[in-house]
């Protein structure tokens, strides 16, 4: 199965960007989607956005659209989430993880999953 490690992580102030990464073992299928999520303290996961590697569609969820970007690059097998002018609540643990062809905000669509990256964004 192929692995996916997350990095980019850190700590940030407010307003600050960052941008994560999500780097697979091997060659990702390009029917396969690659979801960004995160999870705070206390809280469910919350999808962020999805992308099928082969043709690129992406879809978000609406809080970021407009702010954040995905996108992959296949020379380094990676998916990689822009993330713009960021806030205290955007502070928690960033997963990824792979799926099926059918982009899906719903974590339980995803069968592989990093273990995530820390992202802290003080005020």
């Known amino acids: 199965q192929v692995q996916l490690e997350e990095s980019g992580g850190g700590l940030v102030q407010a307003g600050d960007s960052l941008r994560l990464a999500c780097t697979a073992s091997e060659r990702i299928v390009g029917a396969s989607s690659v979801g960004w999520f995160r999870q705070a303290p206390g809280k469910e996961r919350e999808f962020i956005a999805t992308?099928?590697?082969?043709?690129?569609?992406?879809m978000y969820t609406d809080a970021v659209k407009g702010r954040w970007r995905i996108s992959r690059d296949y020379a380094t097998k990676s998916v990689y989430l822009q993330m713009n002018t960021l806030s205290p609540e955007d502070t928690a643990l960033y997963l990824c993880a792979s799926g099926g062809p059918v982009l899906s905000k719903s974590p339980a669509e995803y069968d592989n999953w990093g273990r995530g990256t820390q992202v802290t964004v003080s005020s």
């Open positions: 992308i099928r590697y082969g043709d690129g569609t992406t």
